[in-house]
């Protein structure tokens, strides 16, 4: 899941100093970089924002929006050395510390990621996208913690039970991969030009179209139709906690994730799904691919909530077999 920060209250002070020192044109330069940035076009945006560096070396604006640029490109260590150098020059903003923990927790340094992210909390405690990342770090933590559990005792039940729900959230087996906090945030166009760059966008950037497969093109698309009418009559089932008509959907000879025996993976499947008042469970950007053989493999980003955990998005992968007339589920994991 892809998360971005609401705007900080950043110190009135640090706010009117920046206010006096900003230029109009460096501000200029820096949204016309921030504008790059979102198109796509790093190495322009990185030549706008080192042309404002080059007048102001200590610009904070700037020198966040080179690390979220270094971030994108990749580049972490640049990333890395750019937000520790801000959390010393401007210690109150909380943009910094959790931009370090997005990028330590794509590295699988979660203990690290957690002391980062309380530092931003401690910062800013009404920041509420590093509340919802420290959330995800501790799920990654505890699915560690039960996946340890049963190297040691593998008939605990419980912790089978527990890994299976928190992979189900924040997804990712083995090795570890990065989970929803690993999203490096982008900025927005402020107000005013010379308001900090931490304050980032609320909302999601849109997606590209996903691209197109064999099973797209013509005399395919029918089959490709019929194979997401199906996921998403999967999910419906879910989400309105049918059980029953949710499991309807698992081919006979499903090959259950954990290599448990169906009837037990049944069974989990019952209590988790029963569990929660409500569930909504959404399918976007579905890509399937029809193989000779009659199967299909579908790849889609899984949204999920209840009434009990927040939400969460994993990309999760299907396939299905076209069985007496219907498409059933052989295979599910989480990840391409």
């Given at each position: ?14 706010l ?16 016309d970089a ?6 796509g ?5 990185l ?10 070396p ?11 640029i ?42 690290k ?7 931003s ?27 340890k ?23 990712g ?16 166009e ?13 909302a ?17 698309k029918?089959?490709?139709?019929d ?32 290599g ?6 049944e ?47 994993t ?5 299905l ?16």
């Open positions: 899941m892809i998360t971005y920060p609401a705007p900080p209250h950043a110190p009135a002070a640090l009117v100093a920046l206010l006096l020192a900003a230029a109009p044109a460096l501000a200029d330069e820096v949204q921030s504008k790059l940035l979102k198109s076009q790093h190495q322009q945006a030549e706008r924002v080192n042309k404002v560096l080059a007048a102001k200590k610009d904070a604006q700037a020198r966040f929006l080179k690390g979220l270094f971030a994108e490109q990749g580049n972490t260590k640049e990333a890395t050395e750019i937000f520790l150098g801000l959390t010393k020059d401007y210690p109150d903003l909380p943009e910094p510390y959790n931009n370090l923990a997005v990028i330590y927790a794509s590295q699988g340094q979660y203990d990621a957690r002391g980062a992210l309380e530092q909390i401690r910062t800013h405690p009404s920041y509420a996208t590093a509340y919802e990342n420290l959330g995800d770090v501790y799920a990654k933590l505890a699915s560690q913690a039960y996946d559990a049963l190297q040691i005792d593998s008939a605990n039940p419980g912790a089978k039970n527990k890994l299976a729900l928190v992979r189900e959230l924040v997804g087996t083995s090795p570890v991969k990065p989970v929803a906090v690993a999203a490096v945030t982008t900025p927005k402020p107000a005013k030009p010379t308001v900090l760059a931490a304050a980032v966008p609320s999601e950037p849109a997606r590209p179209a996903p691209e197109k497969t064999a099973a797209d093109k013509p005399g395919a029918s089959g490709s139709a194979v997401i009418e199906t996921v998403n009559a999967w999910a419906k089932a879910w989400s309105s906690k049918n059980v029953e008509g949710y499991l309807a959907f698992y081919a006979k000879d499903f090959k259950t994730p954990g448990e025996a169906r009837a037990d993976w069974k989990a499947r019952r209590q988790r799904i029963s569990a929660p008042k409500s569930i909504v469970v959404t399918v976007e950007g579905p890509k399937v691919s029809l193989a000779a053989d009659g199967q299909a493999r579908v790849t889609f980003r899984q949204g999920y909530r209840s009434d009990v955990l927040k939400s969460s998005t990309t999760k992968t299907l396939v077999a076209k069985l007496d007339g219907r498409w059933l589920i052989q295979q599910e994991r989480v990840g391409n």
